[in-house]
Protein backbone atom coordinates (compact mmCIF):
# COMPACT_ATOMS: atom_id res chain seq x y z
CA UNK A 1 0.00 0.00 0.00
CA UNK A 2 2.55 2.48 0.69
CA UNK A 3 4.41 1.70 -2.33
CA UNK A 4 1.24 2.29 -4.16
CA UNK A 5 1.04 5.25 -2.13
CA UNK A 6 4.68 6.67 -3.06
CA UNK A 7 3.87 5.86 -7.13
CA UNK A 8 0.92 7.69 -7.08
CA UNK A 9 2.74 10.68 -5.48
CA UNK A 10 5.65 10.30 -7.77
CA UNK A 11 3.43 10.25 -10.83
CA UNK A 12 1.65 13.99 -9.83
CA UNK A 13 5.06 15.58 -9.77
CA UNK A 14 7.30 16.10 -12.90
CA UNK A 15 11.38 15.36 -13.69
CA UNK A 16 13.11 18.50 -14.20
CA UNK A 17 15.64 19.58 -16.37
CA UNK A 18 17.40 22.72 -15.96
CA UNK A 19 19.91 25.00 -17.02
CA UNK A 20 21.47 27.57 -14.95
CA UNK A 21 23.89 30.44 -14.73
CA UNK A 22 26.81 30.26 -11.78
CA UNK A 23 28.62 32.95 -9.94
CA UNK A 24 31.61 31.30 -7.41
CA UNK A 25 32.99 33.59 -4.58
CA UNK A 26 36.34 31.68 -3.29
CA UNK A 27 36.88 31.62 0.63
CA UNK A 28 39.56 31.76 2.68
CA UNK A 29 42.86 30.11 1.20
CA UNK A 30 40.93 29.66 -1.93
CA UNK A 31 39.72 32.97 -2.02
CA UNK A 32 44.15 34.10 -1.71
CA UNK A 33 44.58 32.41 -5.06
CA UNK A 34 41.76 32.78 -7.29
CA UNK A 35 39.44 35.48 -7.99
CA UNK A 36 35.61 34.98 -8.54
CA UNK A 37 34.06 32.88 -11.00
CA UNK A 38 31.69 32.38 -13.47
CA UNK A 39 30.52 29.44 -15.28
CA UNK A 40 27.18 27.26 -16.23
CA UNK A 41 25.50 24.44 -14.93
CA UNK A 42 23.06 21.54 -15.99
CA UNK A 43 20.76 19.70 -14.02
CA UNK A 44 18.22 17.43 -13.41
CA UNK A 45 15.79 16.87 -10.45
CA UNK A 46 13.29 13.43 -9.97
CA UNK A 47 10.90 13.96 -7.14
CA UNK A 48 10.79 11.03 -4.64
CA UNK A 49 8.16 12.25 -1.97
CA UNK A 50 5.60 15.16 -1.38
CA UNK A 51 8.91 17.15 -0.13
CA UNK A 52 11.77 15.98 -1.56
CA UNK A 53 13.68 15.55 -4.55
CA UNK A 54 16.78 13.88 -5.38
CA UNK A 55 18.88 16.64 -7.67
CA UNK A 56 22.03 15.94 -10.22
CA UNK A 57 24.51 18.86 -11.46
CA UNK A 58 27.54 19.27 -13.74
CA UNK A 59 28.86 22.41 -15.12
CA UNK A 60 31.71 24.51 -15.70
CA UNK A 61 33.27 27.45 -13.42
CA UNK A 62 36.03 29.67 -14.74
CA UNK A 63 37.97 31.65 -12.10
CA UNK A 64 39.64 34.65 -12.63
CA UNK A 65 43.26 35.22 -12.06
CA UNK A 66 44.25 36.91 -8.94
CA UNK A 67 48.00 38.61 -8.21
CA UNK A 68 49.05 36.95 -4.91
CA UNK A 69 52.10 39.27 -3.05
CA UNK A 70 54.70 37.30 -0.77
CA UNK A 71 56.21 38.68 1.94
CA UNK A 72 60.04 38.12 1.83
CA UNK A 73 61.09 39.99 5.42
CA UNK A 74 64.01 42.04 5.11
CA UNK A 75 64.03 41.28 1.29
CA UNK A 76 61.03 42.76 0.58
CA UNK A 77 58.01 41.41 -1.07
CA UNK A 78 57.45 40.03 -4.71
CA UNK A 79 54.46 39.63 -6.71
CA UNK A 80 53.46 36.54 -8.28
CA UNK A 81 50.98 36.70 -11.39
CA UNK A 82 48.27 34.67 -10.92
CA UNK A 83 46.74 31.96 -13.13
CA UNK A 84 43.02 31.68 -13.95
CA UNK A 85 41.87 27.83 -13.39
CA UNK A 86 38.85 26.03 -13.99
CA UNK A 87 36.14 23.81 -12.67
CA UNK A 88 33.96 21.41 -13.94
CA UNK A 89 31.82 20.40 -10.71
CA UNK A 90 29.85 16.65 -10.70
CA UNK A 91 27.31 16.66 -8.05
CA UNK A 92 24.64 14.48 -6.70
CA UNK A 93 22.18 15.45 -3.44
CA UNK A 94 18.69 16.30 -2.65
CA UNK A 95 16.24 18.60 -1.62
CA UNK A 96 13.99 18.86 1.23
CA UNK A 97 10.72 21.51 0.31
CA UNK A 98 9.41 23.01 2.78
CA UNK A 99 5.52 23.72 0.86
CA UNK A 100 5.31 21.30 -1.59
CA UNK A 101 7.49 19.73 -4.06
CA UNK A 102 9.37 21.32 -6.41
CA UNK A 103 7.79 25.06 -4.99
CA UNK A 104 9.05 27.58 -2.54
CA UNK A 105 11.37 27.27 -0.40
CA UNK A 106 14.10 24.17 0.05
CA UNK A 107 17.53 22.98 1.76
CA UNK A 108 19.29 20.49 0.33
CA UNK A 109 22.84 19.30 -0.16
CA UNK A 110 25.18 18.15 -3.13
CA UNK A 111 28.35 15.73 -3.00
CA UNK A 112 30.60 15.11 -5.80
CA UNK A 113 34.28 16.12 -7.71
CA UNK A 114 35.62 18.79 -8.92
CA UNK A 115 37.89 18.39 -11.61
CA UNK A 116 40.27 21.35 -11.81
CA UNK A 117 42.57 22.93 -14.48
CA UNK A 118 44.87 25.87 -14.74
CA UNK A 119 47.38 26.86 -16.97
CA UNK A 120 50.78 24.86 -16.40
CA UNK A 121 49.49 22.14 -14.44
CA UNK A 122 48.22 18.50 -14.66
CA UNK A 123 44.96 19.15 -12.98
CA UNK A 124 43.34 17.68 -9.84
CA UNK A 125 40.40 16.24 -8.69
CA UNK A 126 38.62 17.66 -5.29
CA UNK A 127 35.85 15.81 -3.48
CA UNK A 128 33.07 18.34 -2.25
CA UNK A 129 30.18 18.60 0.10
CA UNK A 130 27.83 21.53 -0.22
CA UNK A 131 24.98 22.36 1.94
CA UNK A 132 22.62 24.60 0.03
CA UNK A 133 19.58 27.27 0.19
CA UNK A 134 16.89 28.08 -2.54
CA UNK A 135 13.46 29.22 -3.52
CA UNK A 136 11.57 28.47 -6.56
CA UNK A 137 9.64 31.62 -8.20
CA UNK A 138 6.90 30.83 -10.31
CA UNK A 139 7.16 27.35 -11.71
CA UNK A 140 10.36 27.56 -13.25
CA UNK A 141 12.91 29.61 -11.96
CA UNK A 142 15.12 27.92 -9.14
CA UNK A 143 17.39 30.68 -7.37
CA UNK A 144 20.40 28.26 -4.84
CA UNK A 145 22.67 29.52 -2.71
CA UNK A 146 25.55 26.93 -2.33
CA UNK A 147 28.09 27.00 0.53
CA UNK A 148 30.79 24.37 -1.32
CA UNK A 149 33.48 22.75 0.72
CA UNK A 150 36.30 21.08 -1.63
CA UNK A 151 38.83 18.79 0.59
CA UNK A 152 42.05 18.13 -1.10
CA UNK A 153 45.76 17.38 -0.45
CA UNK A 154 48.64 19.82 -0.98
CA UNK A 155 52.06 19.14 -1.57
CA UNK A 156 54.81 21.68 -0.27
CA UNK A 157 58.68 21.30 -1.41
CA UNK A 158 60.76 21.62 1.94
CA UNK A 159 64.76 22.46 1.22
CA UNK A 160 66.99 22.37 4.42
CA UNK A 161 70.39 22.17 3.47
CA UNK A 162 71.18 19.96 0.85
CA UNK A 163 68.08 17.75 1.39
CA UNK A 164 64.78 18.39 -0.09
CA UNK A 165 61.50 16.63 1.04
CA UNK A 166 57.94 16.73 0.14
CA UNK A 167 55.32 17.11 2.61
CA UNK A 168 51.48 16.31 1.93
CA UNK A 169 48.46 18.18 3.97
CA UNK A 170 44.90 18.29 3.99
CA UNK A 171 43.60 21.62 2.93
CA UNK A 172 39.84 22.65 2.81
CA UNK A 173 39.09 24.89 -0.52
CA UNK A 174 35.51 26.81 -0.08
CA UNK A 175 33.55 29.06 -2.26
CA UNK A 176 30.12 30.79 -1.96
CA UNK A 177 28.30 29.84 -5.01
CA UNK A 178 24.98 31.02 -6.60
CA UNK A 179 22.95 29.16 -8.94
CA UNK A 180 20.11 31.03 -11.11
CA UNK A 181 18.59 28.38 -13.45
CA UNK A 182 15.13 27.85 -15.75
CA UNK A 183 13.27 24.25 -14.91
CA UNK A 184 11.95 23.10 -17.90
Request: glycine share 14%.
Amino acid sequence: MAALALAGSMMAQDNRFSAGLEVALPMGDFGDAAGIGFGATLGFELPVGDNLGIIAQAGYINFTAKDITVDLGPFGSATVEGVSSAAIPIQVGAKYYFTDNQEGFYAGALTGIHLFSAEGSDGSTSFGVAPLLGYIIGENIDIALRYQLLFDTQETTVIVGTSVTTESTSVTNSYLGLRAAYMF
